[in-house]
């Protein structure tokens, strides 16, 4: 659970720096709430990274995941900037486990 924290702290941070530093946005609230979502992605992908837990049950968490980022981003910002979060997620999420997948055992930890 220690490294799940870790990695979501990192993927938050360094996602926002580089939202911040490097890319134009809409905001800074805004760019902390992207880094957020593609922390989370990857804390998560990292949380749930294990052979005993089954796909759909994988599948279920990061759907509610992004049902959530959704509903957060569309309360305090809207929709239209809510949906680039998602992206965000799927994408770190995806491609954790596309990582994994070169592996023998599927996992990356």
């Given amino acids: 659970m220690k ?4 990695y979501t ?3 938050t941070l360094i996602s926002f720096l ?3 530093f490097l890319l134009e946005s809409g ?8 880094g ?8 998560l992908a990292y949380y749930i990274d294990n ?3 089954p796909l759909p049950k994988k599948l279920g968490i990061s759907f509610g995941a992004m049902i959530i980022l959704v509903v957060i981003g569309s309360l305090i910002f809207d929709l239209e900037k809510a949906l680039p979060s998602v ?7 995806l491609g954790y486990y596309l990582l ?8 990356l930890k």
């Fill in 9 to 11: 702290l990192a993927g």
């Fill in 3 to 6: 490294r799940t924290l870790i």
């Fill in 87 to 93: 992206f965000k997620f799927s994408i770190v999420f």
């Fill in 51 to 53: 052979p005993e837990i």
């Fill in 36 to 43: 957020f979502a593609f922390g989370l992605a990857w804390g």
């Fill in 100 to 107: 994994a997948s070169f592996r023998q055992n599927k996992s």
């Fill in 18 to 20: 580089i939202n911040h």
């Fill in 27 to 34: 905001g800074l609230w805004l760019e902390i709430f992207y």
